[in-house]
T-cell receptor, first 113, second 113 residues
Framework: QQQVKQSPQSLIVQKGGIPIINCAYENTAFDYFPWYQQFPGKGPALLIAIRPDVSEKKEGRFTISFNKSAKQFSLHIMDSQPGDSATYFCAASNNNQGGKLIFGQGTELSVKP | KAGVTQTPRYLIKTRGQQVTLSCSPISGHRSVSWYQQTPGQGLQFLFEYFSETQRNKGNFPGRFSGRQFSNSRSEMNVSTLELGDSALYLC????????????FGDGTRLSIL
């Protein structure tokens, strides 16, 4: 019940395309859903986060869509660029469990020029 | 503002040894969480410290321990190292823990021979 399932495992898109990464969770106590971007040799960097009282959040080219009834959320990257090539992780946490983030398995995104 | 700093960046140890990793959080952040990242298991939560107290703990053996100092800096210790402890160890800090945004350092790469 603590798992977060992420798909796909890898994704290849052309420059300008809109990659979509999906995550699903079981624990309805989760109340915070961040997305992280990780480049090789670096730690994960916080991209954008959403709470379950909102169905969509946009920051720059990154958009999170959240479906509370389906217990699913997804990341969309608009006008993707080769520099977006990285591994993306979704995560979830419950405020009552302090800073414990439960991560998805990651999606390796490659954006071709 | 300086980011999360982890030292050392790389470590090579042999089985049976112990190791101490260090993390300096972002100035003003009082919560520090530790994660283990491996290709097989992904990102897994180890523990979280807030105001020098362990507030949450993941499912790792007692060989993994940590502490936090009054200046919020944190250390993680692994005793009796095993081959399976080879991983990237990441530290993340946040202002107050809970569902506050967590910011990661670039990690310590630990290799066990």
């Amino acid at each position: 019940q603590q798992q977060v399932k992420q798909s796909p495992q890898s994704l290849i898109v052309q420059k300008g395309g809109i990659p979509i990464i999906n995550c699903a969770y079981e624990n309805t106590a989760f109340d915070y859903f961040p997305w992280y971007q990780q480049f090789p040799g670096k730690g994960p960097a916080l991209l954008i986060a959403i709470r379950p009282d909102v169905s969509e959040k946009k920051e720059g080219r990154f958009t999170i869509s959240f479906n509370k009834s389906a217990k699913q959320f997804s990341l969309h990257i608009m006008d993707s660029q080769p520099g977006d090539s990285a591994t993306y992780f979704c995560a979830a946490s419950n405020n009552n469990q302090g800073g414990k983030l439960i991560f998805g398995q990651g999606t390796e995104l490659s954006v071709k020029p | 503002k300086a980011g999360v700093t982890q030292t050392p960046r790389y470590l090579i140890k042999t089985r049976g040894q112990q190791v101490t990793l260090s993390c300096s959080p972002i100035s003003g952040h009082r919560s520090v969480s530790w994660y283990q990242q491996t290709p097989g298991q992904g990102l897994q939560f180890l523990f979280e410290y807030f105001s020098e107290t362990q507030r949450n703990k993941g499912n790792f053996p007692g060989r993994f321990s940590g502490r936090q100092f009054s200046n919020s800096r944190s250390e993680m210790n692994v005793s009796t190292l095993e081959l399976g402890d080879s991983a990237l160890y990441l530290c993340a800090s946040s202002y107050g823990g809970g569902n506050q945004p967590q910011h990661f350092g670039d990690g310590t790469r630990l290799s066990i021979l």
